[in-house]
T-cell receptor, first 116, second 113 residues
Framework: EAQVTQNPRYLITVTGKKLTVTCSQN?????MSWYRQDPGLGLRQIYY???????DKGDVPEGYKVSRKEKRNFPLILESPSPNQTSLYFC???????????????FGSGTRLTVV | GESVGLHLPTLSVQEGDNSIINCAYS??????FIWYKQESGKGPQFIID?????DKRQGQRVTVLLNKTVKHLSLQIAATQPGDSAVYFC????????????FGQGTTLQVKP
């Protein structure tokens, strides 16, 4: 089944303890992206990657890191989490249609992160 | 039923009626637009997209209209069904040389049986 898999689904952690949220897709998609969703603020893009070893900042990259060492994986790293990073996080991936790259096509189920 | 811009967060329609959900986007250089549906507790689901060189694109029961003159995007849902109840939001890609997406706040569609 074609899908984007995020882990974990739920995570409660303490301020300052490094964590990684994994994202993996099995569709050979070039484009991958991370978002956070907060009440009243909607979805905001954190980082995106157009292909392996190519990453760029979205609207809210502060406090986050990403890497794209291989096509299928795009982990989100919080080196020193803070309570304001408590949020619902989504990973998404996209491939091509009619030889043109799509964006934000398939989303994962989300990771609910709480930083105390 | 029809929503106006991003300032009417809820649209209530009768089952079987057509729905129109509107979105005002911010950047005249944006070249790609997407509509999403998000049900409670789930991730966003891609509905339909349109590139800036088009004015209209149709899918199954859905049509997206793009008016670049006034920077306005709309999603039309024909014969709205109870399963269409969800939050709908638009996204714009800011320019041709980037993968940066900006999302609207969303409109809650409620379908009355």
């Amino acid at each position: 089944e074609a899908q984007v898999t995020q882990n974990p689904r739920y995570l409660i952690t303490v301020t300052g303890k490094k964590l990684t949220v994994t994202c993996s897709q099995n569709m050979n998609h070039e484009y991958m992206s991370w978002y956070r969703q907060d009440p009243g603020l909607g979805l905001r893009q954190i980082y995106y990657s157009m292909n392996v070893e190519v990453t760029d900042k979205g609207d809210v990259p502060e406090g986050y890191k990403v890497s794209r060492k291989e096509k299928r994986n795009f982990p989100l790293i919080l080196e020193s989490p803070s309570p304001n990073q408590t949020s619902l996080y989504f990973c998404a991936s996209s491939g091509h249609r009619d030889k043109k790259l799509l964006y934000g096509y398939t989303f994962g189920s989300g990771t609910r992160l709480t930083v105390v | 039923g029809e929503s106006v811009g991003l300032h009417l967060p809820t649209l209530s329609v009768q089952e079987g009626d057509n729905s129109i959900i509107n979105c005002a986007y911010s950047n005249s250089a944006s070249d790609y637009f997407i509509w999403y549906k998000q049900e409670s507790g789930k991730g966003p689901q891609f509905i339909i997209d349109i590139r800036s060189n088009m004015d209209k694109r149709q899918g199954q029961r859905v049509t997206v209209l793009l008016n670049k003159t006034v920077k306005h995007l709309s999603l039309q849902i024909a014969a709205t069904q109870p399963g269409d109840s969800a939050v709908y939001f638009c996204a714009e890609k800011k320019a041709s040389n980037t993968g940066k997406l900006i999302f609207g706040q969303g409109t809650t569609l409620q379908v009355k049986p």
